[in-house]
Antibody, heavy 122, light 108 residues
Framework: QVQLVESGGGVVQPGGSLRLLCRAS????????MHWVRQAPGKGLEWVAS????????YYADSVEGRLTVSRDNSQNTLYLQVNSLRLEDTAVYYC???????????????WGQGTLVTVSS | EIVVTQSPATLSVSPGERATLSCRAS??????LAWYQHKPGQAPRLLIY???TRATGIPGRFSGSGSGTEFTLTISGLQSEDFAVYYC??????????FGRGTRLDIK
């Protein structure tokens, strides 16, 4: 069955960096666009980044552009999110999610991981 | 950026009754809308995509409708496991994905 397992979260000081990972199994990872969505404490879901099935295109929310980089290694079935210049407001659970459709994204997120918590605190 | 507005923020319904949740987009998005269920400590779950197509394994009591700017999620015969937060999400024409702020469905 489809599994997405995030890791890499933790406590980091403002201005610091983290690299989040999402390991995928149970489907052909290289055939699907992938997405990152976050949820700050007590808040709703916020899309932050997406990447095409082959990694040739990436997309970012305006609120994070320039500080986040999404990438993937299809040989390792792994999705990454590099988060730089962390701010207090980046504190959130970060989820990775798989697109519903192969190849051309539908931008509907059909499978999600359990999330990894990033806490930005001095 | 397309803004999606959900209403109400909180809805209290008795088990066995029907719940109707609304989502409005700030511009015409056709049928490019999805609905998700989210329970505390769990991963969000895709319920509906394309405004009205149920995702795999989603019970028939969940139905979506609408197009353009007005959308509805209806849950008929509410069961105890349906009480959660529901989000709509638009995905249109390469504009950034945006979620609504959610509707919390509480037991009355």
């Amino acid at each position: 069955q489809v599994q997405l397992v995030e890791s890499g979260g933790g406590v980091v000081q403002p201005g610091g960096s983290l690299r989040l990972l999402c390991r995928a199994s149970g489907f052909t990872f290289s055939s699907y666009a992938m997405h990152w969505v976050r949820q700050a404490p007590g808040k709703g879901l916020e899309w932050v980044a997406s990447i095409s099935f082959d990694g040739s295109n990436d997309y970012y929310a305006d609120s994070v552009e320039g500080r986040l980089t999404v990438s993937r290694d299809n040989s390792q079935n792994t999705l990454y999110l590099q988060v730089n210049s962390l701010r207090l407001e980046d504190t959130a659970v970060y989820y990775c999610a798989r697109d519903h459709e192969m190849w051309i994204p539908l931008w509907a997120l059909s499978y999600w991981g359990q999330g990894t918590l990033v806490t930005v605190s001095s | 950026e397309i803004v999606v507005t959900q209403s109400p923020a909180t809805l209290s319904v008795s088990p066995g009754e029907r719940a109707t949740l609304s989502c409005r987009a700030s511009q015409n998005i056709g049928k490019n809308l999805a609905w998700y269920q989210h329970k505390p400590g769990q991963a969000p779950r895709l319920l509906i995509y394309g405004a009205s197509t149920r995702a795999t394994g989603i019970p028939g009591r969940f139905s979506g409708s609408g197009s353009g700017t007005e959308f509805t999620l209806t849950i008929s015969g509410l069961q105890s496991e349906d009480f959660a937060v529901y989000y709509c999400q638009q995905f249109h024409d390469w504009s950034p994905i945006t979620f609504g702020r959610g509707t919390r469905l509480d037991i009355k």
